[in-house]
């Protein structure tokens, strides 16, 4: 085993740091779905809202694609087919 490197062979620090890229996602989005009830077409979302929207969805996409740097291109690959079957 080479010293500093743990399962999957990344290092403790890519593991954090891929941990907290996936936390970012996750967190950006739920922001997007806390205030937004899509069915409620009596109260529809304003403009500043939607632009906001745009912005959380945009940066959980980057912190997704951080996170997902982290594996191997092949599990990545593998985990995506297996999403789409």
């Given at each position: 085993a080479v010293a500093g490197?743990?399962?999957?062979?990344?290092t403790r620090g890519?593991?954090?740091a891929a941990t907290g890229h996936g936390r970012e996602a996750a967190e950006a989005l739920f922001l997007v779905t806390g205030y937004f009830k899509?069915?409620?077409l009596e109260n529809r979302p304003s403009t500043e809202f939607l632009k906001f929207a745009v912005l959380a969805v945009g940066r959980s996409k980057a912190e997704l694609d951080a996170f997902l740097k982290a594996f191997p291109a092949e599990d990545v690959a593998e985990a995506k087919r297996r999403l789409v079957a």
């Open positions: 490197v743990g399962k999957g062979g990344m890519e593991r954090e899509p069915m409620d």
